[in-house]
């Protein structure tokens, strides 16, 4: 072993290997999975809590036991259709400008591969798919953009010719409308945003009466975005083989082009941080706070009783974690960060023959209960797995996607610092599978300090992208005023890069260890 100490942080990436989902679709399963479960579990500490206690009598809103507890619903997707499309319509429009290469992309792990669909459009149509655009025969208004490529897409083409073809097939209309809505929407809220920021292009500083009419405009998020939105979460995907109709065929991947496109560009967080705030004051709205709780109960069991996770992989490998065995012959591992809320790094290293590493989650775990009242943080074992016995309600202690962050727990605040400690004792540290976003800025900043101060930051980056653009990239997310101190290394889906295991191109190109 060399003496080079090595840092780690881990995003959802890292676990992708091990069967479990990336942090888009997580997002859209919590919405799709019923939580009758959790509702019973948060009525269970309700009844637990003591009536006659300043808890209740004080914290607690009157007639607590009878009301009426309130979860997140469909209700609720007009707020998350418009925080996608304020916070990440250039990201929509940029997904939908590269439509053909994102369908091919799907098509090579879709039900049908792409060359059954080219087949199947040919008998039912006469053409190929690429033969037919619309490109020339759709105009959207210039106001909202002077060119959209989407029309001239060949697989968005195909879906419009199949509908032409079926013009009655009402779930391929939906799925046509719901793609459409999402370019609308998108195209409306820059248009929207732009308007509101310059309603007036000149006006004297003086006078703030031309300031009191901005922000004016917006859209009716009740007629874009949601429909997608509805279709992905609320119906199932309709099975298709190759002997199905196409106007099937093309519903189903126009569904899986839905699914992936909100997988990327999903943001909820205003809506959790709309109702965060009253897991500290139950008695000012009572229904948000029982929202919040229940859907942090609802995160907590979907991540732990995940049936998409692949044992026989998380036991043997390969994944990232079983790649650190390897690592520590050559180098000596410091400490790990994680934004992954499962204790799967800690199996794989107690299942191993690594040494003893301490693994610090920044964005909490399913091991992990939170007392609002108390501002307290307590492990399952210290509760013997009974949430709540304590006569408190407390959920579970996790950071979904959200800008509020409880960090005033002493607890919290000093895992902060010993794992910024630790890799301010490190050599290096490696960055997997995070992707530095806005939500995280709590976690972006530290490293941001790190990189200020001189520390090498190895990013590992899925795709064959130009490293030298990507550090651009990295160099903007973490707002650093130069990229000295960041190493960007491109990955496989084999976890290599340039031929060789990812921890071991990253060490050499930085003289952590000799060349081979």
Known sequence: MSGAKIALFFGAGAEIAYGLPSGGKFALDLFRTPVEEDKAEFRRQLEN???????????????????????????????????????????????????????????????????????????????????????????????LAESVRLFESDFFSAMLKTLEASPDHRKLQQTVRAILELLVGACGQRLVSRLNEELFEAAPDQLSVFDDLSGIFSLDYRNVGQTGLEIVIEQPPVPVTAESDLADIMTG??????????????????????????????????????????????????????????????????????????????????????TNYNSYVEQVIGGSSLPPVPVYHLNGSVNEYYDPYCNHISTNEELNGQAGTAGHITVP????????????????????????????????????????????????????????????????????ENELVLKKEYQTKLRLPA??????????????TKGSIWWERALQETMLIPAT
């Open 49 to 143: 809590v003591d009536g006659t206690s300043n808890y209740a009598t004080k914290w607690l809103p009157n007639g607590y036991l009878k009301k009426r507890v309130h979860v997140f619903g469909k209700g609720d997707f007009e707020g998350i259709v418009a925080s996608s499309l304020e916070y990440r319509r250039e990201d929509i429009l940029t997904y939908l400008e590269l439509f053909d290469r994102h369908a091919a992309k799907l098509l090579e792990r879709w039900v049908l591969d792409e060359e059954t669909v080219r087949s199947r459009y040919h008998e039912e149509i006469g053409a190929d798919i690429g033969d037919i655009s619309y490109g020339q025969v759709i105009k959207l208004n210039n106001r």
């Open 253 to 338: 991947l126009g569904r899986a082009v839905l699914e992936d496109v909100y997988a990327k560009v999903i943001d909820y967080q205003a809506l959790i941080d709309s109702h965060f705030r009253y897991l500290y004051n139950p008695k000012a709205h009572w229904a948000k706070f029982t929202r919040i709780s229940i859907f942090l109960h609802t995160v907590r069991r979907y991540i732990s009783t995940n049936n998409d996770i692949d044992a026989g992989k998380l036991a043997v490998g390969p994944g990232f974690y079983h790649d650190l065995i390897t690592l520590s012959e050559v180098a000596s591992i410091h400490a790990i960060g994680t």
């Open 483 to 496: 990229p000295d101190n960041l190493h960007i290394f491109t990955i496989d889906g084999a976890r290599k």
């Open 397 to 464: 202690f996790l950071f979904t996607q959200s800008g509020v962050k409880p960090l005033t727990s002493i607890t919290m605040s000093r895992r902060y610092v010993e794992l910024y400690d630790k890799f301010k004792q490190s050599d290096a540290i490696c960055i997997i599978g995070y992707a530095f976003n806005g939500d995280d800025g709590h976690i972006n900043g530290l490293f941001r300090s790190l990189a200020v101060e001189g520390k090498p930051i190895m990013i590992y980056h899925y795709g064959t």
